[in-house]
């Protein structure tokens, strides 16, 4: 601070209470009046504005309005690239080779096979004749 008159750095400082009040602030009317000034230029930005509430009221519709224009433009316009993937995907997925199915046919064990065999030769049930002897070699 100078001896002479406050700053304005120094007067903003005081109005914010970040400086105490000097006696030359109470002796000067120049610094003073100045001060008062901030003061009153503070209270009347800090004060809440009088504004009316349908103005507040139709500046929200037309916000509502603006965000709801945007959200439908942008859907259409993924719709119809959303379309064509689905296209392409389901062309993907119809158009592959299928895989082959694998024949699961197991060879049965040798216990098994003499077990067959022996079942078949234990049999009490008759065994057909041959149709033709020539081809089983019976002649």
């Not at 040798?110 to 049930?125: M, R």
Request: aromatic content about 6%; some cysteine; overall charge neutral.
């Amino acid at each position: 601070m100078n001896s002479e008159h406050w700053t304005n750095d120094e007067l903003l400082e005081a109005a914010y209470g970040l400086r105490e009040l000097s006696s030359h602030s109470a002796i000067c009317a120049e610094c003073r009046a100045r001060l008062e000034s901030i003061e009153r230029r503070r209270r009347a930005l800090a004060a809440p504005p009088d504004v009316p509430d349908a103005f507040l009221h139709a500046q929200r519709q037309r916000i509502f309005e603006r965000v709801d224009a945007v959200t439908s433009r942008a859907v259409n316009r993924w719709v119809p690239s959303l379309a064509a993937s689905a296209v392409v995907l389901l062309g993907l997925i119809l158009l592959a080779p299928s895989p082959q199915p694998q024949r699961t046919v197991s060879a049965p064990s040798d216990a098994e096979l003499f077990s067959a065999i022996h079942a078949i030769l234990d049999s009490p049930e008759p065994r057909a004749a041959p149709a033709n002897p020539k081809w089983h070699g019976l002649r």
